[in-house]
């Protein structure tokens, strides 16, 4: 009973760090560029693609119920005036998509959760997937529920391009630096095994 209510409190405190993370990581880009917007939700660089994508990697399922639980609290002006449903459908979209793209790849062996591993076309091909279907998702959602001046054969190539921009700075910024990591850390346990192998002599 006590493990089971452990894992709940911490399956509810990742979720809730995700949601932060996602809704201030999803405003600073909103922010640094503000210039490439084209529409409210759609940017021609947007690196919450790829934070989406890195958080669903380091924490699983509590972060797709993060991401969507952001996307819920940052849909809250923009998307005021449409449709109830309108709002819910664009925040399990952007909360389920990299989570099942991820899931898609893994059961293929087509993605390495250790991204240092990855070559570059693999992380190429994974990343135009992601975006593909996150755009198509997000604007059968959109079409669907009829939200208010979509142009669909238009407005889905600027989300496109900016999941695919923002994902590989992304995802390409997360794969070097664990490839530094990787390197740096056994450096410094051979450092310190030979500092403790002197002192013992």
């Known amino acids: 009973m006590k493990?089971?209510?452990r894992e709940a409190l911490q399956t509810a405190a990742l979720t809730l760090v995700s949601a932060v993370l996602f809704a201030a990581f999803f405003q600073f880009n909103a922010w640094i560029f503000s210039a490439?917007?084209?529409r409210s939700g759609i940017n021609w660089v947007f690196l919450p693609s790829g934070f989406r994508v890195i958080l669903v990697l380091i924490m699983g399922v509590p972060a797709?119920?993060?991401i969507m639980l952001?996307?819920?609290?940052?849909d809250q002006t923009p998307l005021r005036n449409e449709f109830a449903w309108l709002l819910l459908g664009n925040g399990v979209v952007s909360g389920w998509t990299p989570w099942l793209i991820l899931k898609w790849f893994e059961a293929r062996k087509m993605i390495s959760l250790q991204l240092h591993n990855m070559?570059?076309?693999k992380l190429l091909n994974f990343t135009?997937?992601?975006?593909a279907a996150n755009a198509l998702a997000h604007h059968g959602v959109w079409l669907l529920l009829h939200r208010d001046n979509?142009?669909?054969w238009v407005d889905v190539w600027p989300m496109f391009i900016g999941d695919m921009v923002g994902a590989l700075l992304m995802l390409y910024a997360w794969k070097l630096m664990l490839a530094y990591f990787s390197h740096r850390l056994p450096q410094t346990k051979h450092r310190n095994s030979?500092?403790?192998?002197?002192?013992?002599?």
């Not at 952001?70 to 940052?74: A, D, F, P, R, S």
């Not at 135009?128 to 975006?131: G, K, Q, R, T």
């Open 150 to 152: 979509m142009n669909w």
């Open 194 to 201: 030979a500092r403790c192998s002197r002192r013992s002599t």
């Open 119 to 121: 070559t570059a076309q």
């Open 3 to 5: 493990a089971a209510i």
């Open 128 to 131: 135009a997937v992601y975006a």
């Open 36 to 38: 490439l917007e084209y």
């Open 64 to 66: 797709a119920m993060g």
């Open 70 to 74: 952001g996307t819920w609290y940052i």
